[in-house]
């Protein structure tokens, strides 16, 4: 699409130099392109300048004229942005202003309302991020003991295997089969932040591998032991630590760690529990991991009210004594809301054995 504009039209050697005029007056035209001939470089504008905005209209190494411009499609910065002019005024509002991507898979959990519109939405989705291929809807709650959940794919070529960078790591995973979530990447940095040199880690769930291979490139004189009951995931796990060349570091131990903690050649210094529906189950297993003098745990867990942090921490407290061992609370904090007033919940512990 063209357009007639008035023009500045600079000689070549001065163009820059225009430019930049024109900018600082504030009367360059940003939604035309600008473009030059073997002796000229023409810029469309608000108005024309005068003489002494513009000095090289003075001596000549400028005019001013009309002249065709091409519009420059701009590039939307949000999804709502991208819905302008499809969407009415109320269905903008319900547009989700945040969504998974994982590597070059976008996932999407829309409003009822929006639904008839889902593929409009995933293609607007894909032209604010060039580098996504396929686009899932979520087409339900996560369930099992895997965490999977359904997916309805509404753009793109439906492959989700994938390739997901996060910290400088590489993770290789299927989001179909296994269960990863981009928004715990600041979590995931904070526990790895906190591990001192030569620790021994159990991170007891491990999926397919992030809170482990992220502590073991930032703190590589650790040891940590990666459990993980998927075999899909399992799989990854043991590619992902080869990819992120941490085979000295990090263990994979395939299936439930109830039943495989005896592996372990000492006991852990630092646990990491992110099971937050089910991480409770599991407390006595941590402790027979932990140093009876002393470990961290990273926990995680759920509550449905509005107290969700103080829920948690009693509960915990209250098993974690009942096993014999003390329980200081370090650190709490709300970490998402999964479903309404379902709130997701972590915890940092200072154990140890009465």
């Not at 600079?10 to 392109?33: D, H, P």
């Not at 005024?89 to 319900?94: A, F, T, V, Y």
């Not at 960078?165 to 906190?194: K, M, N, W």
Request: charged share 30%.
């Amino acid at each position: 699409m063209s357009e007639t504009s008035l023009a500045v039209v600079a000689k070549k050697y001065k163009a820059e130099i225009v430019r930049r005029r024109l900018a600082t007056l504030g009367i360059l035209r940003t939604s035309m392109k600008v473009f030059s001939d073997d002796e000229y470089v023409y810029f469309p504008v608000e108005r024309p300048p005068n003489p002494d905005e513009l000095p090289e209209l003075i001596t000549g190494d400028a005019k001013i004229q009309e002249a065709t411009f091409n519009k420059l499609v701009l590039k939307p910065k949000t999804l709502k942005e991208a819905m302008m002019g499809t969407l009415d005024e109320e269905l903008i509002k319900l547009v989700p202003r945040s969504f998974d991507i994982i590597g070059n898979v976008a996932i999407l959990e829309l409003d009822e309302r929006l639904r008839p519109f889902a593929k409009d939405i995933a293609s607007a989705l894909k032209l604010v991020h060039k580098h996504v291929d396929t686009v899932l809807l979520k087409a339900g709650p996560s369930t099992g003991e895997y965490r999977t959940r359904p997916y309805k794919v509404i753009a793109g070529s439906g492959n989700t295997l994938t390739e997901h960078i996060e910290h400088g790591c590489r993770y290789r995973l299927d989001v179909r089969e296994v269960f990863f979530t981009p928004r715990l990447s600041g979590e995931r940095l904070r526990v790895a932040s906190q591990v001192r040199p030569n620790e021994c880690v159990a991170d007891m769930f491990a999926g397919v591998g992030p809170f482990s291979i992220t502590i073991a490139k930032m703190q590589p004189s650790c040891k940590v032991y990666a459990f993980e009951i998927n075999p899909v995931a399992y799989k990854f796990l043991e590619e992902n630590i080869r990819l992120n060349k941490v085979e000295d570091r990090v263990t994979a131990i395939f299936g439930d760690v109830r039943h495989n903690y005896g592996i372990l050649e000492k006991r852990a210094d630092r646990l990491i529990m992110n099971l937050p529906f089910s991480a409770e189950k599991y407390l006595d297993v941590a402790t027979k991991l932990a140093k009876p003098s002393g470990a961290i745990m990273h926990f995680y867990g759920a509550a449905e009210d509005e107290n969700a942090v103080e829920t948690v921490k009693f509960n915990v407290s209250s098993i974690i004594r009942s096993l014999g061992f003390d329980a200081k609370f370090l650190w709490a904090k709300e970490l998402k809301e999964v479903a309404p007033r379902k709130v997701v919940v972590a915890l940092d512990i200072a154990i140890s054995m009465r």
